[in-house]
């Protein structure tokens, strides 16, 4: 069994390889230098750096938010705005995976996949660097926290590396061992309170527990489904905004900083099913965790916000008559937002980045170098 699996993923290797030499090329992508002149905030003094990732967030789901809720969004505010293409190594419409992936390592890679390359799906050789484990090299603490299952795509892609979304345990495993100060989203039912205490974790379930956890402790929670909501949260369970304010408050307690990861997954599970109100109430409580963190970050003065999303899900269109609506239950190839507070070198206002290019560009504007965030990278 072990030898036949082996054989088929050394021949699906091969056409992938194929694919690259046919069709793929390597790149280097830019010189980190500001490009439009504008001062930077903190004259590159940054030293934390928040990444809220909406996943399936377009421009409309904005705009329709807005229109159906009669509200001002945070995310109106940010100094610099610009987009993102968003397709994958594999296909012009991306899934979560291949997208969290494009945003946690600056390599592009095909739909499924979890920071892996697309010509190693088995990491055999290598894979790439996510920018949670480049923070962490230079002793920033570090967090990943999501509405979705802790093992979910796009908090996977930032924690973990395994040929296929799918693969639950692996990348659960992956996830305990990476080294990372806190993992907090839904239950997945596979990892124990066993695993995450023999890896150096408070395992929580709960608002209370998260609550109590004292600084410089370790945590991973497990919570129920119902943290996509400030209406269905209460004692038992956080809701967005609840664990970034607590998960800021746990990674604000070095010299070196932080990097935090915050995803809001529901945007995309409602955009799915095309449930207006489900899916502008998930966007709302999207914008006050946007909100919260602007806040903070204007106090700190020294965190990088960025805002952008894995992919658009639902094609929503503009309607004459000034309303909006989705057109399919799937992913779409539209660009995304790219939302920046804190540094003048991440996006122009109006310009279109790769994905992949957001990573590298948090990455130098932190002091990385090429050397330890490499931006070879492959393109379709
Ligand atoms: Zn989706």
């Given at each position: 069994m072990l030898s036949s699996l082996a054989t088929i993923w050394t021949e699906i290797t091969s056409l992938f390889m194929s694919f690259i030499l046919l069709f793929g090329t390597t790149v280097g992508i830019f010189s980190p230098e500001s490009t439009n002149g504008a001062e930077s905030y903190f004259d590159g003094n940054i030293k934390n750096v928040i990444y809220l990732i909406g996943d399936g967030m377009g421009f409309n789901h904005l705009?329709?938010?807005?229109?159906?809720?009669?509200?001002?969004?945070?995310?109106?505010?940010?100094?610099?705005?610009?987009?993102?293409?968003?397709?994958?190594?594999?296909?012009?419409?991306?899934?979560?995976?291949?997208?969290?992936?494009?945003?946690?390592?600056g390599e592009r890679t095909y739909n499924g996949a979890i920071g892996v390359y697309m010509n190693d799906p088995l990491g055999a050789f290598s894979h790439p660097k996510n920018i949670t484990e480049l923070c962490m090299e230079s002793?920033?603490?570090?967090?990943?926290?999501?509405?979705?299952?802790?093992?979910?795509?796009?908090?996977?892609?930032?924690?973990?590396?395994?040929?296929?979304?799918?693969?639950?345990?692996?990348?659960?495993?992956?996830?305990?061992?990476?080294?990372?100060?806190?993992?907090?989203?839904?239950?997945?039912?596979?990892?124990?309170?066993?695993?995450?205490?023999?890896?150096?974790?408070?395992?929580?379930?709960?608002?209370?527990?998260?609550?109590?956890?004292?600084?410089?402790?370790?945590?991973?929670?497990?919570?129920?489904?119902?943290?996509?909501?400030?209406?269905?949260?209460?004692?038992?369970?956080?809701?967005?905004?609840?664990?970034?304010?607590?998960?800021?408050?746990?990674?604000?307690?070095?010299?070196?900083?932080?990097?935090?990861?915050?995803?809001g997954a529901h945007i995309d599970k409602h955009s799915h099913s095309n449930e207006d109100e489900m899916m502008t109430e998930a966007l709302q409580e999207f914008d006050r965790t946007v909100e919260l963190v602007l806040e903070y970050a204007k106090a700190d003065g020294e965190t990088l916000v960025v805002i952008t999303a894995d992919h658009e899900t639902g094609a929503i269109i503009a309607n004459d008559d000034g309303t909006y609506?989705?057109?399919?239950?799937?992913?779409?190839?539209?660009?995304?937002?790219?939302?920046?507070?804190?540094?003048?070198?991440?996006?122009?206002?109006?310009?279109?980045?790769?994905?992949?290019?957001?990573?590298?560009?948090?990455?130098?504007?932190?002091?990385?170098?090429?050397?330890?965030?490499?931006?070879?990278?492959?393109?379709?």
């Open positions: 705009k329709k938010t807005k229109n159906e809720r009669d509200i001002t969004l945070t995310m109106d505010t940010f100094d610099f705005k610009g987009s993102s293409m968003t397709r994958s190594l594999s296909n012009a419409v991306t899934d979560s995976a291949a997208g969290g992936t494009a945003l946690a390592t002793g920033m603490m570090t967090g990943v926290i999501t509405t979705d299952e802790t093992s979910g795509a796009t908090p996977a892609s930032f924690s973990a590396h395994s040929s296929d979304r799918g693969n639950t345990e692996d990348i659960t495993e992956d996830q305990l061992s990476s080294g990372i100060d806190i993992i907090w989203g839904a239950s997945n039912g596979v990892a124990t309170r066993g695993d995450a205490e023999e890896n150096g974790f408070t395992y929580i379930t709960s608002y209370i527990q998260m609550m109590a956890l004292p600084e410089g402790s370790r945590s991973f929670a497990q919570f129920t489904n119902a943290l996509w909501t400030l209406e269905q949260s209460d004692e038992r369970t956080p809701n967005l905004e609840q664990m970034a304010e607590k998960a800021i408050d746990l990674l604000d307690d070095t010299d070196e900083g932080f990097f935090l990861m915050i995803e609506s989705f057109t399919q239950g799937s992913h779409s190839a539209a660009n995304v937002p790219v939302l920046v507070y804190g540094s003048d070198k991440i996006i122009n206002d109006g310009e279109i980045l790769n994905n992949y290019e957001i990573p590298i560009r948090i990455a130098y504007t932190l002091g990385f170098t090429e050397e330890q965030f490499p931006y070879e990278v492959m393109v379709a």
